[in-house]
């Protein structure tokens, strides 16, 4: 049974670092593209930041350049997002994604900026 489950979000002062983790069960985490997405309320889900499998080249959304760091440790089949200098405009759900042939989604974890 494929699983990812996230955690690590809550409520942050905008400045602020959040680190999220996934961990992920029931596939071959290391053949697999990471990738963490977010959906705040009325917009469509996008791209924060992707990791290959093999080689660890990483991609990021143009907003989250500098601040956003994702990372994977293929030996705990976990990959993180570690935010830092949260903006209001980056609150959102968050979501892991693992890609090959086929893709799979965890549940989410909600990241608020607020002061």
């Known amino acids: 049974q494929v699983q990812l489950v996230e955690s690590g979000g809550g409520l942050v002062q905008p400045g602020g670092s959040l680190r999220l983790s996934c961990a992920a069960s029931?596939?071959?985490?290391?053949?697999?593209?990471m990738s963490w997405y977010r959906q705040a309320p009325g917009k469509e889900r996008e791209l924060v930041a992707r990791i290959a499998c093999a080689c660890d080249i990483t991609n990021y959304a143009d907003s989250v350049k500098g601040r956003f760091t994702i990372s994977r440790d293929n030996a705990k089949n976990t990959v993180y997002l570690q935010m830092n200098g949260l903006k209001p405009q980056d609150a959102a759900v968050y979501y892991c994604n693992a890609l090959r042939l086929t893709d799979y989604w965890g549940q989410g974890t909600q990241v608020t900026v607020s002061s």
């Open positions: 029931g596939f071959t985490f290391r053949i697999y593209a």
